[in-house]
């Protein structure tokens, strides 16, 4: 029943401009409150993740036609057919954007079962050092670092349980891979490192998969209330310029 508003339909022409071929960037949308931000935001959500052809986009394209049927057209061509693979950003929802990002990939992922692309990155890197490290130890081989390992988890953060930490690693927590980095620099004695180790080198991998891109035309992240990211310095510029760069 969405009946978009003159204000509404040139925003979401706009934006949809990230849907052209050499556009490459990203958009920020900004507005007073209670002018229907997040509803907009919900909208494109839609207009990307569900093929034109659903009859939820037939409604809306028609709905947008009692009003602009030339803008309506264009919108419909534009779109095109295939899906994006769509991740919602929830706020307060992750450490810090990177976090915010991937949990909100992983979710994506979960919730579709995508089996055949996954994310790789240094978080789960570190869970299957740890995991390494205990099958050496059930074996029976020499496990003296992982038995190391445990003594100075206890010691240094007794609020973690090994099993606590590796499923924190596994939910992108700054805070269990900063544990995790000291711990193993401690036992280890040298700094612990993977190339997937930031959100671009993580994405870059994650959209080169073969798989994912014969299922999705690309991938939408939306972060809806983002003022409240920049407000409380939960993102680095210069982290947030090279995503934005990609």
Same mark, same amino acid.
């Given at each position: 029943? /969405?009946?978009p508003? *003159? #204000? %509404?339909?040139?925003?979401?022409?706009?934006?949809?401009?990230? =849907?052209? +071929?050499? &556009?490459?960037?990203?958009?920020?949308?900004?507005?007073? /409150?209670?002018?229907? *931000? #997040? %509803?907009?935001?919900?909208?494109?959500?839609?207009?990307?993740? =569900?093929? +034109?052809? &659903?009859?939820?986009?037939?409604?809306?394209?028609?709905?947008?036609?009692?009003?602009?049927?030339?803008?309506?057209?264009?919108?419909?061509?534009?779109?095109?057919?295939?899906?994006?693979?769509?991740?919602?950003?929830?706020?307060?929802?992750?450490?810090?954007?990177?976090?915010?990002?991937?949990?909100?990939?992983?979710?994506?992922?979960?919730?579709?079962?995508?089996q055949?692309?996954?994310?790789?990155?240094?978080?789960?890197?570190?869970?299957?050092?740890?995991?390494?490290w205990?099958?050496?130890?059930?074996?029976?081989?020499?496990?003296?670092?992982?038995?190391?390992?445990?003594?100075?988890?206890?010691?240094?953060?007794?609020?973690?349980?090994?099993?606590?930490?590796?499923?924190?690693?596994n939910?992108?927590?700054?805070?269990?891979?900063?544990?995790?980095?000291?711990?193993?620099?401690?036992?280890?004695?040298r700094?612990?490192?993977?190339?997937?180790?930031?959100?671009?080198?993580?994405?870059?991998?994650?959209?080169?998969?073969?798989?994912?891109?014969?299922?999705?035309?690309?991938?939408?992240?939306?972060?809806?209330?983002?003022?409240?990211?920049?407000?409380?310095?939960?993102?680095?510029?210069?982290?947030?310029?090279?995503?934005?760069?990609?």
């Open positions: 029943h /969405y009946m508003i *003159k #204000s %509404h339909r040139e925003a979401f022409t706009r934006l949809s401009r990230a =849907l052209y +071929p050499l &556009d490459n960037r990203v958009y920020f949308l900004t507005g007073s /409150y209670g002018t229907g *931000k #997040s %509803h907009l935001c919900l909208m494109l959500a839609n207009y990307l993740s =569900l093929k +034109p052809n &659903d009859v939820e986009m037939v409604c809306f394209f028609d709905n947008w036609r009692q009003r602009d049927p030339e803008g309506a057209e264009k919108l419909h061509k534009l779109r095109g057919e295939g899906r994006y693979r769509l991740a919602l950003c929830e706020y307060g929802w992750g450490d810090d954007f990177d976090s915010m990002v991937l949990r909100s990939i992983q979710t994506a992922i979960d919730r579709e079962e995508l055949e692309a996954w994310l790789d990155t240094h978080y789960q890197e570190a869970v299957r050092q740890i995991e390494r205990q099958a050496r130890s059930l074996s029976g081989q020499a496990s003296g670092a992982f038995n190391d390992f445990q003594n100075e988890l206890a010691t240094r953060y007794p609020d973690f349980t090994l099993d606590g930490l590796k499923q924190d690693l939910s992108f927590s700054q805070e269990a891979l900063k544990a995790f980095r000291e711990i193993y620099r401690i036992v280890v004695g700094e612990f490192s993977y190339s997937k180790d930031n959100l671009v080198a993580i994405l870059e991998d994650f959209l080169s998969n073969p798989k994912f891109k014969t299922r999705y035309k690309g991938l939408v992240i939306i972060a809806d209330e983002f003022g409240y990211v920049l407000d409380r310095g939960s993102i680095r510029i210069d982290v947030f310029q090279r995503f934005a760069e990609m």
